[in-house]
C-alpha cells in the first residue's frame, strides 16, 4: 500500500495561484501512474490531472486545461499541480491519486490508493 500526503492547499483569492504537492511513501509509486481528482461541496468527485509514470504522457480535465499543470519527481515519487489563474469554482478538496497502470489514471475505478486531502478554497 502507498501512502500519499497531500500539502500545498489554502485560502486565495480569483487569479492567484497555488502549488499542490503530494508525497509518497511505503510501497513505491514510481512505476504508476499518478493524478489529481477532487471533490467540491455537494458534488461527486472529479478527475483533474494524471501523469504517467515517467512524465511522457499528461491529460487534463478540460475546465483546467491551461491553467493547470502536473508534474512529478521520479527519485522521491513527489507529484506537483501548479494552479494558476485560480476561479472560484475551482473550490474543492484536492486529492492525490496512484492508479492501478503506468500511463493515465483519469478515473476513479482505475485508482488503488488515495491521499486524505488538501482543501483550496477560491473566493471571488
Known amino acids: 500500500q502507498v501512502r500519499l500526503v497531500e500539502s ?55 475546465s483546467v486545461k491551461g491553467r493547470f499543470s502536473i508534474s512529478r519527481e521520479y527519485a522521491q515519487t513527489t507529484m506537483y499541480l501548479n494552479m494558476n489563474d485560480l476561479k472560484p469554482e475551482d473550490t474543492a478538496i484536492y486529492y492525490c491519486a496512484v492508479g492501478r497502470g503506468a500511463i493515465a489514471a483519469s478515473r476513479s475505478r482505475d485508482i488503488t490508493s488515495w491521499g486524505q486531502g488538501t482543501q483550496v478554497t477560491v473566493s471571488s
Open 8 to 62: 500545498g492547499g489554502g485560502l486565495v483569492q480569483a487569479g492567484d495561484s497555488l502549488r499542490l504537492s503530494c508525497a509518497a511513501s511505503g510501497r513505491t509509486a514510481s512505476n504508476n501512474a499518478m493524478a489529481w481528482f477532487r471533490q467540491a461541496p455537494g458534488k461527486e468527485r472529479e478527475f483533474v490531472a494524471s501523469i504517467s509514470w515517467n512524465g511522457g504522457n499528461k491529460n487534463y480535465a478540460d
